[in-house]
């Protein structure tokens, strides 16, 4: 059969076997975290707009005496957090925004919940929905958090799965031999083994910098898992685990690649999204899907011109898979 319909066939079982792993989504491909926190942002939006507006009106109707110039202030602060919302596709950081501005709303209640002249009762009841919002706004974000894979501290998780039509001794092997790594990773640089369980890692970086670190192998267990982690002196500290596992019915191996890394600041965490222009979990199912298709027939078709098998580095995967 030709490279080109094998190929083919690896791209089509690899969308159906994408499918098969990614979480709920509805058909425009938004996962319910999403929506929900979509819905939070027509809510900033619409309450921002009123304090904006109608500030006095709202301070009467929550018991409080007027504060036109704070409250507008925080309607630009929900509108601000709502836009923000709807500016990316994972909107984790902007309904954490969300969450920091509820502890404020919270405390002025507080503060103001017995002034003179305050309506007690309203100011309760005010409170209670401000807290009931502020429950769903932390849930939401930490939902976001886990479905993006990065936490509260900006620690970053990838968790990623695809059928390989090969044997888990077959590709064991392959990833194995480290040399093969940058033949599916986008952006590796190279890779050269020190030792027995060490190797040395070199990834292409934004500008034409470099990122570098030293790993060692926590398990190695032939024809099942492959584990890592950096060691002290890595410019991203990393770690994480490959497992090759027969896949149900006979149909290959089950490649599953578990990764933690830790971003050491926002500016470097913004370079290395610009370093694959992906999510991290995207970034890293191109990686496999290029391993599919290079155990499935041997080669990696190529939309730029080049030579299928030696592709131009790696990706996210690259840098952190050791």
Same mark, same amino acid.
């Given at each position: 059969?030709? %490279?080109?319909?094998?190929?083919?066939?690896?791209?089509?079982?690899?969308?159906?076997?994408?499918?098969?792993? /990614?979480?709920?989504?509805?058909?425009?491909?938004?996962?319910?975290?999403?929506?929900?926190?979509?819905?939070?942002?027509?809510?900033?939006? =619409?309450? =921002?707009? @009123?304090? +904006?507006?109608?500030?006095?009106?709202?301070?009467?109707?929550?018991?409080?005496?007027?504060?036109? $110039?704070?409250?507008?202030?925080?309607?630009?602060?929900?509108?601000?957090?709502?836009?923000?919302?709807?500016?990316?596709?994972?909107?984790?950081?902007?309904? #954490?925004?969300? %969450?920091? =501005?509820?502890? *404020?709303?919270?405390?002025?209640?507080?503060?103001?919940?017995?002034?003179?002249?305050?309506?007690? @009762? /309203?100011?309760?009841?005010?409170?209670?929905? %401000?807290?009931? *919002?502020?429950?769903?706004?932390?849930?939401?974000?930490?939902?976001?958090?886990?479905?993006?894979?990065?936490?509260?501290?900006?620690?970053?998780? +990838?968790?990623?799965?695809?059928?390989?039509?090969?044997?888990?001794?077959?590709?064991?092997?392959?990833?194995?031999?480290?040399?093969?790594?940058?033949?599916?990773?986008?952006?590796?640089?190279? $890779?050269?083994?020190?030792? &027995?369980?060490?190797?040395? #890692? %070199?990834?292409?970086?934004?500008?034409?910098?470099?990122?570098?670190?030293?790993?060692?192998?926590?398990?190695?267990?032939?024809?099942?898992?492959?584990? #890592?982690?950096?060691?002290?002196?890595? &410019?991203?500290?990393?770690?994480?685990?490959?497992?090759?596992?027969?896949?149900?019915?006979?149909?290959?191996?089950?490649?599953?690649?578990?990764?933690?890394?830790?971003?050491?600041?926002?500016?470097?965490?913004?370079?290395?999204?610009?370093?694959?222009?992906?999510?991290?979990?995207?970034?890293?199912?191109?990686?496999?899907?290029?391993?599919?298709?290079?155990?499935?027939?041997?080669?990696?078709?190529?939309?730029?011109?080049?030579?299928?098998?030696?592709?131009?580095?790696?990706?996210?995967?690259?840098?952190?898979?050791?």
């Amino acid at each position: 059969m030709a %490279v080109e319909q094998l190929t083919e066939r690896a791209e089509s079982r690899s969308e159906q076997e994408q499918r098969r792993f /990614r979480r709920p989504r509805d058909r425009f491909g938004v996962s319910p975290n999403v929506q929900l926190a979509r819905g939070l942002g027509w809510f900033s939006i =619409g309450l =921002g707009l @009123a304090e +904006v507006i109608a500030p006095r009106t709202l301070c009467r109707a929550i018991g409080i005496q007027e504060h036109p $110039v704070l409250m507008r202030f925080m309607g630009l602060r929900e509108i601000a957090a709502g836009v923000g919302i709807f500016s990316k596709r994972k909107p984790a950081e902007w309904v #954490w925004a969300r %969450v920091a =501005g509820d502890a *404020v709303d919270l405390a002025c209640l507080g503060a103001g919940m017995f002034g003179d002249g305050n309506s007690t @009762a /309203r100011v309760l009841l005010a409170t209670a929905a %401000v807290a009931g *919002v502020t429950a769903l706004d932390v849930r939401c974000a930490q939902d976001l958090s886990r479905e993006t894979g990065q936490d509260e501290n900006g620690a970053i998780r +990838v968790d990623k799965t695809i059928i390989v039509n090969r044997s888990p001794e077959e590709c064991y092997a392959f990833w194995r031999n480290l040399q093969n790594l940058g033949r599916f990773m986008q952006h590796l640089e190279s $890779v050269s083994e020190t030792s &027995d369980k060490r190797s040395h #890692w %070199v990834a292409k970086g934004p500008a034409g910098s470099r990122l570098e670190w030293d790993a060692e192998m926590v398990e190695d267990t032939p024809g099942r898992t492959i584990a #890592w982690r950096a060691l002290p002196g890595a &410019d991203v500290n990393n770690s994480g685990s490959v497992r090759f596992e027969p896949a149900p019915g006979g149909r290959g191996t089950m490649v599953r690649v578990i990764m933690h890394y830790d971003v050491p600041g926002k500016e470097l965490g913004a370079a290395l999204a610009k370093l694959t222009g992906k999510e991290p979990e995207q970034a890293t199912y191109k990686d496999l899907h290029r391993f599919k298709q290079l155990l499935e027939t041997g080669e990696m078709p190529t939309t730029d011109g080049q030579s299928a098998g030696r592709p131009t580095g790696t990706t996210i995967l690259d840098r952190f898979a050791r």
